[in-house]
């Protein structure tokens, strides 16, 4: 089982860069795939990234390719979403999450963080 805490959220102007952590409790963390979800007002849940346990990407939406980025730090038991470009429509709260294969499925993680917001202004 595995524990998950997001950060690193806040107001941003359009453009602008932040980066989102996720600290993770558990001895296993370094087995699981993760992933990085976001949920705007009024919208589904959707896929953003994920990243399999030997660090390699497995898939980026189209909407946010070449301007966010997906890491983890197995020995530190923390995810990383770098932020760069972003734009009003990235208005969402970010949630990450850990499964057992690699998915764009909210379905397939079993384990989630409460969500950090992250608001972008014109």
């Known amino acids: 089982q595995v524990q998950l805490v997001e950060s690193g959220g806040g107001l941003v102007q359009a453009g602008g860069s932040l980066r989102l952590s996720c600290a993770a409790s558990g001895r296993t963390f370094s087995s699981y795939v993760l992933g990085w979800f976001r949920q705007a007002p009024g919208k589904e849940r959707e896929f953003v990234t994920a990243?399999?346990?030997?660090?390699?990407?497995?898939d980026v939406t189209d909407s946010v390719k070449g301007r966010f980025t997906i890491s983890r730090d197995n020995a530190k038991s923390a995810l990383y979403l770098q932020m760069n470009s972003l734009k009003p429509e990235d208005t969402a709260v970010y949630y990450c999450a850990a499964g057992q294969r690699w998915s764009k499925s909210i379905d397939d993680y079993a384990y989630w963080g409460q969500g950090t917001q992250v608001t972008v202004s014109s």
């Open positions: 990243i399999t346990r030997y660090g390699d990407i497995i």
